[in-house]
């Protein structure tokens, strides 16, 4: 007797979503199908069979020249496993993520920390917690769907998704980008429709932006919230363990955002070098946190080898100021060599890169240059960002030798003759 099997869903039963059109309409099949990778990402990578040299790595340390990761992960491995094997509220955390998080609320200068499987969960989970109305008995609900978010235009897809369904222009407003006079008139209005100081008011924005590379003015926003009675969130995703010490560039920015953010959302995946994300601030929230986020209580947690591991890179790094120091020195002879041959990046310090090009076609073509030459260069164009202001967007690596970085330059200085732009 043959086992019947259950058709899969025809042609015809998909055609209202249109995806076959979708797929077909998009001539840049990298946008949508991406090349499969061969061995570690670092400053070169292998794709298709092919080296680029890679500008694209979010990963950009270059730890496991200064620091055993590898041996960590396997030491965590063996001590506990690689699964969580359960959600946080089914069965617990493994000591690992406790060790972490203290690490993690203690270098962010707050009092409790959770984490996430990823950034993106720590960012959904912080908005549905500041925005849940839930009843799980007599005297135990919280009723918090008042709350009016006011966020950065630019603020990453993650906090977006979050605040889908709460309103726009009601429970949700966008400031211009690092526009904070503008983020003042907003919580005027959100003030005056309450005809008092809002109650609820959160205002979020992140200290490094990955669509451009630059800074928000965190000082300032700050103030307002200050001012406003707002609670602050920064998303530092991108500068967590990079910015701080006072030789660096956004010394005052990073003080702020320990000192008087009320919440900061950091990610694992950029310096630390790993995958997973956590929400940092007052103890009371984020206990209220493991219930009310979503994103903690209905999925599994970081793998235990990994937790383990972020704490000690994190240790190291805060330990051994020098590997930061020498990256952001590497970062800025490229945009330093970049300005002097005519080829300016947007006005910033970040260890982020990013190169105005314009046109969106002339971009793409770029793109597709750049991997025949032998270089893998992420492009931000529409509707990453506005049209035709495309940019490409270079996350210089510490592992990249001065003859790579040197005929990067002169690769995009050709491109930029040939296009007229």
């Known amino acids: 007797m043959t086992a019947s099997r259950t058709p899969a869903p025809s042609v015809d039963r998909l055609a209202p979503w249109d995806f076959a059109a979708f797929v077909e309409a998009n001539t840049h099949e990298t946008a949508y199908r991406p090349p499969v990778v061969d061995g570690p990402v670092g400053a070169t990578i292998v794709r298709n069979g092919r080296e680029l040299v890679n500008f694209a790595s979010i990963s950009f340390l270059e730890l496991e020249r200064h620091i055993p990761v590898r041996r960590y992960f396997a030491e965590g491995a063996l001590a506990h496993g690689l699964s969580t094997s359960g959600s946080r509220m089914t069965q617990g955390i493994c000591r ?11 270098r962010t200068g707050k009092e409790r920390a959770i984490s996430f499987a990823t950034g993106l969960l720590a960012n959904i989970g912080f908005v549905h917690a500041m925005s849940s109305s839930a009843c799980f008995d007599t005297g135990i609900e919280v009723r918090n769907r008042d709350t009016v978010f006011v966020v950065d235009r630019d603020a990453h897809w993650s906090i977006w998704k979050g605040l889908e369904g709460l309103g726009y222009g009601r429970g949700v407003h966008a400031f211009r980008h690092n526009d904070v006079s503008h983020l003042a008139r907003l919580l005027d209005r959100v003030q005056a429709r309450t005809r008092a100081r809002a109650r609820k008011t959160v205002v979020i924005a992140e200290s490094l932006y990955s669509a451009d590379g630059t800074m928000g003015p965190i000082v300032e926003i700050l103030d307002e919230c200050d001012r406003h009675g707002a609670i602050s969130m920064i998303d530092d995703a991108n500068g967590f363990m ?22 900061v959302m950091v990610s694992l995946s950029k310096a630390v070098g790993l995958e997973g994300g956590a929400i940092a601030g007052p103890a009371e929230a984020v206990d209220a946190f493991e219930l009310l986020s979503g994103t903690s209580m209905f999925t599994a947690a970081i793998q235990p080898p990994t937790a383990y591991t972020a704490k000690r890179t994190i240790d190291a790094l805060a330990g051994r100021p020098e590997i930061v120091d020498d990256y952001l020195a590497h970062a800025a002879r490229l945009r330093r060599q970049m300005h002097e041959a005519g080829t300016p990046t947007l006005p ?21 240059w750049f991997v025949e030459d032998g270089y893998l260069v992420p492009v931000f164009s529409y509707p990453a960002v506005a049209r035709n202001q495309a940019l490409l967007r270079l996350f210089p690596h510490a592992g990249h030798t001065e003859e790579q970085m040197d005929g990067f330059l002169r690769t995009l200085l050709a491109y930029r003759r040939r296009l007229g732009v």
Do not use: C, K, W
């Open 348 to 368: 910033t310090e970040s260890y982020m890169l990013s190169v105005p090009i314009g046109n969106d076609a002339a971009a793409l073509q770029m793109r597709e």
């Open 96 to 106: 690992p993520h406790q060790v972490l998080e203290e690490t993690i609320a203690r």
């Open 242 to 263: 990079v910015y701080g010490p006072e030789n660096r560039p956004y010394a005052r920015e990073a003080a702020a955002i320990r000192e008087r953010a009320d919440f």
